[in-house]
T-cell receptor
Framework: DTGVSQNPRHKITKRGQNVTFRCDPISEHNRLYWYRQTLGQGPEFLTYFQNEAQLEKSRLLSDRFSAERPKGSFSTLEIQRTEQGDSAMYLC?????????????FGQGTRLTVV | RKEVEQDPGPFNVPEGATVAFNCTYSNSASQSFFWYRQDCRKEPKLLMSVYSSGNEDGRFTAQLNRASQYISLLIRDSKLSDSATYLCVVGAAGNKLTFGGGTRVLVKP
């Protein structure tokens, strides 16, 4: 399978614990995005990378959230001291940016439940 | 005002009918535009890119109106399998992609 891969698919954690999600993009894609989605809402932008550089992080994101893409390939999203409000689907997408062409392809997401 | 706005619906559509809906965006510098389809509890999937001249893919037609800052999606001859949420996506300078809240379409027999 050469699509975007996310692990784990599901995560249940207790409030206050730290969690880390992984995203493996399509291999030749230079851009990687993280989004969060709750039921009935569209995906909300969290952050994105061009190769290993983090270009933007949402102002809505607290300091408990951090993302890395150390070698410009896979990326991790860590949430520290999870809260119940962090329960959501976390989506990763990747794209090959050529000029203005930026079609992005999504992984199946990681569903986080904080209890 | 949200950067990308959509009518949440639902649009209840008889099978075989035509349905159309719009998406407005606030950033006049936006450069790329897409429609994605999302089924319940699944990831968004690219339906089509939207080009400035408008484009068609089978029963789906997308239009871009830069002057009024909206894009539209029209579905002809609706099928039951077209029932989904349709997400409008706009790419700003630097190509951050911003999603609308989605328009829910329900096609009924």
């Amino acid at each position: 399978d050469t699509g975007v891969s996310q692990n784990p698919r599901h995560k249940i954690t207790k409030r206050g614990q730290n969690v880390t999600f992984r995203c493996d993009p399509i291999s030749e894609h230079n851009r990687l995005y993280w989004y969060r989605q709750t039921l009935g809402q569209g995906p909300e932008f969290l952050t994105y990378f061009q190769n290993e550089a983090q270009l933007e992080k949402s102002r809505l994101l607290s300091d408990r959230f951090s993302a890395e893409r150390p070698k410009g390939s896979f990326s991790t999203l860590e949430i520290q001291r999870t809260e119940q409000g962090d329960s959501a689907m976390y989506l990763c997408a990747s794209s090959l940016v050529l000029g203005v062409k930026t079609e992005a392809f999504f992984g199946q997401g990681t569903r986080l439940t904080v209890v | 005002r949200k950067e990308v706005e959509q009518d949440p619906g639902p649009f209840n559509v008889p099978e075989g009918a035509t349905v159309a809906f719009n998406c407005t965006y606030s950033n006049s510098a936006s450069q790329s535009f897409f429609w994605y389809r999302q089924d319940c509890r699944k990831e968004p999937k690219l339906l089509m890119s939207v080009y400035s001249s408008g484009n068609e893919d089978g029963r789906f037609t997308a239009q871009l109106n830069r002057a009024s800052q909206y894009i539209s999606l029209l579905i002809r001859d609706s099928k039951l399998s077209d029932s989904a949420t349709y997400l409008c996506v706009v790419g700003a300078a630097g190509n951050k992609l911003t999603f609308g809240g989605g328009t829910r379409v329900l096609v009924k027999p």
